[in-house]
């Protein structure tokens, strides 16, 4: 006898020492639809539908005939796409992007309340929604959303953002004197103190590739300062550097006021 040749009885003892089971296939009898069909034997296991079709339906049938005021109608109209369709729970939509699209508005006849429309808004309320979004016209940002608060950490990042529009309107690069899509707000020294944080004069506009050159390589960073004092003087850099190792702590009332000086600085650089 070869060592594959085993019969019933050797393979139900190794399975025994081996503490495992031999399945046999057995056919059993679907509750709902009466079909036979084909499942693995388990011990302490009944099989009684052959589908979840099956399954989804004998419980749907026990619950009416348990609780009859729970029956709707088999046939309904979808709200979204007109199609007739069957459900157990009581619904107005087919599907989940049926009701998706029905939320969203592109149902034939719902139109947006100000589509089409010029002069909805004043000059004031425009000027606030601009400031406010900062060039994301999807979210309101700032004072004017209602979950605003006035905090020392918010001014902070709203004076970054308004310092970086105002560097990256210049529309050059510092190092490679390339007009490119894309601009980067670089700061000379250090963004850490306060001082010189929000100083334009310690700002330049650089492409995303030397920018990345500055902060990776420390001899692009050695060109880059022996180039801003051959461009504007060694006495401009010695005090641009005085400012920045002073030690300054500002409030919320001392940031208000550079958020303004920074607006309108903006405002007159587009005028």
Known sequence: MGTNDFTQETKMKRNKNNRRRYYTGKEYKCQHCD?????????HRIYKYCSRECYFKAIHKRTLEKYPWKKYDDKRICKQ??????????GD????????????????????????????????????????????PSKIRGKNNSRYKASRKNRI?????IWSIIIRERNYCY????????????????RNSLSTRFDIDNGICLCPIC?????????????????LIKDNGQEWYNNLNKKHNQII???LPELEKIEIELWNYLDNLKK
């Open 157 to 161: 990042l709203l004076c970054d953002k």
């Open 35 to 43: 079909k036979l069909f084909n499942r693995v034997y388990r011990k």
């Open 211 to 227: 920018h990345y050159k500055i902060h990776s390589d420390s001899t692009e960073s050695y060109n880059l300062i022996n180039k």
């Open 175 to 190: 190092m490679c004197n390339k007009i490119k899509e894309n601009y980067h707000a670089h700061h000379i020294f250090s």
């Open 81 to 90: 796409c007109g199609k007739p369709f069957e459900r157990v729970k009581d």
């Open 93 to 136: 939509f087919c599907s989940t992007k049926c009701f998706g699209d029905f939320r969203k508005g592109k149902k034939t006849g719902q139109v947006p309340w100000n589509k089409g429309k010029t002069g909805v808004y004043d000059k004031k309320t425009i000027n606030i929604m601009r400031k406010s979004r900062l060039g994301k």
């Open 249 to 251: 702590k500002w409030g």
